[in-house]
T-cell receptor, first 112, second 116 residues
Framework: DSGVTQTPKHLITATGQRVTLRCSPRSGDLSVYWYQQSLDQGLQFLIQYYNGEERAKGNILERFSAQQFPDLHSELNLSSLELGDSALYFC???????????FGPGTRLTVT | AQSVTQLGSHVSVSEGALVLLRCNYSSSVPPYLFWYVQYPNQGLQLLLKYTSAATLVKGINGFEAEFKKSETSFHLTKPSAHMSDAAEYFCAVSDRGSSNTGKLIFGQGTTLQVKP
């Protein structure tokens, strides 16, 4: 158990819908990262927050957004979903940028 | 820009044999390097990390990796494979450029099969 929690574990939804994925970092970790894992793209960095502020953006679509709340949990919002958004979405946390990251169990999103 | 290349998408070894998973990196700054393991339907678990201290790094479950700057490599080894080692392994480099975000850039992964 890494100490990072993600909910829900599985999500099945239809094209065009909007979903929210939730992540709680390890106690004391200020930095939260979101990654997408798919068969064709592998593991891709999406976005990073540090102590409530956006720190870096990767290959994140404009339909996707995220935020980190004062209690340091983070949410990833995916809207206007397409079939190609089906993937595993991981959250990871670290004490600060550059330290090792600890991954949650992931949310498997299936868009039908 | 930083990148990671894992040589061999599938590696098959017999139980008790040496495990060698190859990783080469590209980085314009001294890199921080990591190996993660992913078991089926699970998240990524940190095996070991290199952060510019000792070049031979020992991790969990008997794995170790050696940082070789001249070869830009960070190969993962284990002297004797166990059936429970069957999983997917990812090498990653941390973004330590001017932005120093710490985001991980992953290789494509290597699936390790262990035969009885």
């Amino acid at each position: 158990d890494s100490g990072v929690t993600q909910t829900p574990k599985h999500l099945i939804t239809a094209t065009g819908q909007r979903v929210t994925l939730r992540c709680s970092p390890r106690s004391g970790d200020l930095s939260v990262y979101w990654y997408q894992q798919s068969l064709d793209q592998g593991l891709q960095f999406l976005i990073q927050y540090y102590n409530g502020e956006e720190r870096a953006k990767g290959n994140i679509l404009e339909r996707f957004s995220a935020q980190q709340f004062p209690d340091l949990h983070s949410e990833l919002n995916l809207s206007s979903l397409e079939l190609g958004d089906s993937a595993l979405y991981f959250c990871a946390s670290s004490p600060s940028p550059g330290h090792e990251q600890y991954f949650g169990p992931g949310t498997r999103l299936t868009v039908t | 820009a930083q990148s990671v290349t894992q040589l061999g998408s599938h590696v098959s070894v017999s139980e008790g044999a040496l495990v060698l998973l190859r990783c080469n990196y590209s980085s314009s700054v001294p890199p921080y390097l990591f190996w993660y393991v992913q078991y089926p339907n699970q998240g990524l678990q940190l095996l070991l990390k290199y952060t510019s201290a000792a070049t031979l790094v020992k991790g969990i479950n008997g794995f170790e990796a050696e940082f070789k700057k001249s070869e830009t490599s960070f190969h993962l080894t284990k002297p004797s494979a166990h059936m429970s080692d069957a999983a997917e392994y990812f090498c990653a480099v941390s973004d330590r450029g001017s932005s120093n975000t710490g985001k991980l850039i992953f290789g494509q992964g290597t699936t390790l099969q262990v035969k009885p």
